[in-house]
């Protein structure tokens, strides 16, 4: 699906739940993300609330640095408990104007990072979250 509709798919259903009286607690998330200590570029983190309700997404800098967005435009995350995944993997879609998209990517991570996942945060009611995760895995063959 299209980055596009999947942003327009969201929008509406938070439209729909916050115009039905639904009360979303977010809270703004940064950090950095780095892979055996140096910053890992282009990398997919999402916020999966434990208990129930949409993640919370963001690609990292050059720099490792990411920031949350509930939506596009809204930023930040459901306060509460999370599964964290952090992937590598961009799937490949020659139409895209974005050249990491058009090429894609293959996963770089172990799956203990993504696919199954052992990455936790509790986020808390407050200003804002600092959230920075440092990543090991094997280097060379």
Known sequence: MPRKHFVLI???IVAVTVGCGGNLKLVPVE???KLNGEPLSDARVVFYPEAGGRPSNARTDADGRYSLEYIEGEPGALIGKHKVSISTFVEADPDSTDPLIKLGH???LPAEYNKQTTLQAELESGSREEVDF???AATGS
């Open 10 to 12: 969201w929008g509406l």
């Open 106 to 108: 293959r996963e770089t």
């Open 134 to 136: 440092d990543l090991k």
């Open 31 to 33: 950090g950095t993300v």
